[in-house]
């Protein structure tokens, strides 16, 4: 009786190891577990960064108004009759 109890005992360790510490173990479940979480946070963001994208492209598509603002922000663009300002910001010394 004594011998089954002592072989019962080490089954039980050693597949406590094995779900523990093996290949495929509950460690290596937890691991996979956070870099599918990291994976689908990084896919969150991309997806907001092209329905960004998207939007502008259309905005730029359907009219001349984007692209016009684009030309004003990016290449200075100055309709004639318009006037240039430019406004520099004051040095700060550290």
């Known amino acids: 009786m004594r011998l089954i109890q002592v072989a019962l005992f080490v089954l039980l360790i050693v597949l406590q ?3 523990w510490f093996a290949e495929n173990g509950y ?3 937890k691991r ?3 870099s599918i979480a990291q994976a689908e946070f ?3 963001v991309i997806q907001k960064k092209n329905a960004h994208l998207e939007a502008k492209v259309a ?3 359907s009219g001349s108004g984007a692209i016009e603002e684009l030309a004003r922000q990016n ?6 009759g318009e ?3 430019m406004i ?4 700060t010394f550290k």
């Open 32 to 34: 996979i577990e956070k």
């Open 17 to 19: 190891y094995r779900f």
């Open 59 to 61: 905005d730029l598509k």
């Open 27 to 29: 460690t290596d479940l």
């Open 88 to 91: 520099n910001e004051p040095r």
């Open 75 to 80: 290449l200075g663009l100055i309709k004639p």
């Open 83 to 85: 006037t240039f300002i």
């Open 42 to 44: 990084d896919r969150a």
